[in-house]
């Protein structure tokens, strides 16, 4: 992954790391949302081929965005 900030001779790379983290939990949150939203346009034989029932995805969109 490249990055949008080169830290070297950078006084406040702290607060660099800690945006980098900020940015990638972002990022992860984002990801799990579109996995979520794909779930929920399976119908029941394509669930059932994953082994998922309806009740599994509802239960997993139902959950917070910070829900890992």
């Known amino acids: 992954m490249s990055r949008l900030v080169d ?20 990022a992860l949150a984002a990801e799990r949302r579109r996995q979520r939203r794909a779930l929920l346009r399976l119908d029941a034989d394509q669930l059932r081929d994953i082994g998922l029932s309806r009740e599994d995805i509802d239960a997993e969109v139902g959950q917070a965005f910070w829900r890992f």
């Open 7 to 26: 830290t070297q001779g950078f006084q406040n790379a702290g607060l660099v790391r800690y945006c980098r983290v900020i940015l990638d939990r972002l």
